[in-house]
Structure formats: structure tokens, C-alpha cells
């Protein structure tokens, strides 16, 4: 079940480093003009992923492979729906990350032709995607925070 959650995850960073790549957050410094403009840069972010729904399309590639997911691990189709759930596709949203944010690992990632980075952090509220020179923070939903680390499963 965890590699599968790390197959799906891998899967949802790498369609939405593909859809919102042209999409930048900048890294900026702490001061509240900054601040501003990293949170303006999300909205805009989340708006460009709405437009294109990209969760619609993550869930989509998903239900078309659940049956290949179910068959390569072993687990039943309802624990495959069972973890497809605890994704929470529709929960996830671009943010500012904060300047706090300690970096726990990173996770090189390929897939659909596109090349990137799952970068995650000791704080598991949120991950970096960065693909094109682009970087998209994503909030984690708390339902999906405990199978980061399983990320490297799905190498």
C-alpha cells in the first residue's frame, strides 16, 4: 500500500510539474512586499492549475491505471480507491513556502517526457516541485503527509 501511495504521489507531482511549469514561485526574502508577492504568485499558480484542472487531469491518469496499480502490487481494487482517497487530489493547493522551511530530501523524478525534482521537507505540510526551472510548493494534505517519505519507492 505505501509503494502504491508513492507511485500515486510521484504520479501527482510529476502531472503537475508538467501543467504548471511555466508557472514560477520565486525565492525571495522575509520582508512583507516579498511575502506578498510569493502569496500572489501561489493564487496565480492555483489559478493556472484550475484552468487546466490539473487535478482533473491527475485523477484521470490515475483511474486509468488503477487496474495496472492493483495488478503490479497485488492489492485489490478497493485498496487501491482506498489509497487514491487518501491523496486528497482536490485538497492540494500551491503556497508560498515559508522561509522557515528545512529541506528533508529530494527525490529526482522522470516521467511523461518531463524531468524534475520532488523536494520535501522536515515539515511534511508542504513539498517543492521543480521542473523547467520553475518551483511550485504544494500544501500536503494531512491524509497523504505520512507516505512522503515513501517517495523514494517510487525511484
Not at 501511495?5 to 522575509?30: D, E, F, Q
Not at 500551491?94 to 520532488?118: C, E, H, N, Y
Not at 522536515?122 to 521542473?131: G, N, R, S, V
Request: aromatic share 4%.
Amino acid at each position: 500500500m505505501k509503494k502504491l501511495l508513492a507511485i500515486l504521489l510521484s504520479l501527482l507531482a510529476v502531472v503537475v510539474i508538467g501543467a504548471v511549469g511555466i508557472v514560477a514561485l520565486a525565492n525571495t526574502s522575509g520582508n512583507p512586499v516579498s511575502d506578498a508577492a510569493k502569496n500572489v504568485k501561489a493564487a496565480a499558480t492555483n489559478a493556472a492549475m484550475d484552468a487546466v484542472d490539473v487535478k482533473g487531469q491527475v485523477k484521470s491518469a490515475i483511474d486509468q491505471h488503477a487496474g495496472a496499480i492493483a495488478a503490479a502490487t497485488g492489492l485489490t481494487a478497493e485498496q487501491v480507491d482506498e489509497a487514491i482517497a487518501q491523496l486528497d487530489i482536490d485538497s492540494w493547493q500551491a503556497i508560498a513556502l515559508p522561509d522557515s522551511a528545512a529541506k528533508a530530501g529530494s527525490i529526482d523524478a522522470s516521467s511523461f517526457g518531463i524531468d524534475g525534482t520532488i523536494v520535501t521537507y522536515k515539515d511534511p505540510t508542504y513539498l517543492t516541485l521543480e521542473a523547467y526551472g520553475q518551483n511550485v510548493t504544494l500544501s500536503v494534505p494531512e491524509s497523504a503527509q505520512t507516505y512522503l517519505p515513501y517517495l523514494t519507492l517510487a525511484q
